[in-house]
T-cell receptor, first 113, second 114 residues
Framework: GEDVEQSLFLSVREGDSSVINCTYT??????LYWYKQEPGAGLQLLTY?????DMKQDQRLTVLLNKKDKHLSLRIADTQTGDSAIYFC?????????????FGTGTKLQVIP | DVKVTQSSRYLVKRTGEKVFLECVQD?????MFWYRQDPGLGLRLIYF???????EKGDIPEGYSVSREKKERFSLILESASTNQTSMYLC?????????????FGPGTRLTVL
């Protein structure tokens, strides 16, 4: 089945940029997502990218997609302590059914003041 | 705003008890999902439902069942709770059709089975 992989931890200093990486296996993935989970809460969609796009920017967030390598990244500029959370990469597409989303293991981002 | 609510934030049960986790969404979404979240394993899909009275197994259905009698409500049932079912349980909903499948999540229920 589909697989989505991420590193488990990332630690950055406040004000630096954070880059969270993700790889996936399903070449037919149509949408790729980044979700954020703050402590004690459910997941919340941060942004998504359609598979025919290479990049999407939304304020401090930049998503890069390398479809050939099946690699997705999320860059957070000027990282703040409020960005400390777990970030999940996810994908959906026809092979899993459009409504079914496959999530990665999550990357815990720690921002050091 | 889509709202997904879960009946309990924290729950402590004993081994062998029958456990009900309730999820309600207020946006008339057709699709609802139950996941469990464990450290290092991410989210794993237990069951999902495309419509009332419809259910499909996810990746880890063993030891669980579900019920969807009304569109807005999706219940997860642990028939006989075991310690390995101690976990965070997350409910989500989404609407049908091609297009983004943004999932709207509830706050989660942290279940401890003693």
């Amino acid at each position: 089945g589909e697989d989505v992989e991420q590193s488990l931890f990332l630690s950055v200093r406040e004000g630096d940029s954070s880059v969270i990486n993700c790889t996936y296996t399903d070449s037919s993935s149509t949408y790729l997502y980044w979700y954020k989970q703050e402590p004690g809460a459910g997941l919340q969609l941060l942004t998504y990218i359609f598979s025919n796009m290479d990049m999407k920017q939304d304020q401090r967030l930049t998503v890069l997609l390398n479809k050939k390598d099946k690699h997705l990244s999320l860059r957070i500029a000027d990282t703040q302590t409020g960005d400390s959370a777990i970030y999940f990469c996810a994908e959906s597409g026809p092979s899993g059914g459009y409504q079914k989303v496959t999530f990665g293991t999550g990357t815990k981002l720690q921002v050091i003041p | 705003d889509v709202k997904v609510t879960q009946s309990s934030r924290y729950l402590v049960k004993r081994t062998g008890e029958k456990v009900f986790l309730e999820c309600v969404q207020d946006m008339d979404h057709e699709n609802m999902f139950w996941y469990r979240q464990d450290p290092g394993l991410g989210l794993r899909l237990i069951y999902f439902s495309y419509d009332v009275k419809m259910k499909e197994k996810g990746d880890i259905p063993e030891g669980y069942s579900v019920s969807r009698e009304k569109k807005e409500r999706f219940s997860l049932i642990l028939e006989s709770a075991s310690t390995n079912q101690t976990s965070m349980y997350l409910c989500a909903s989404t609407t049908s059709g091609e297009g983004t499948d943004t999932q709207y999540f509830g706050p989660g229920t942290r279940l401890t089975v003693l």
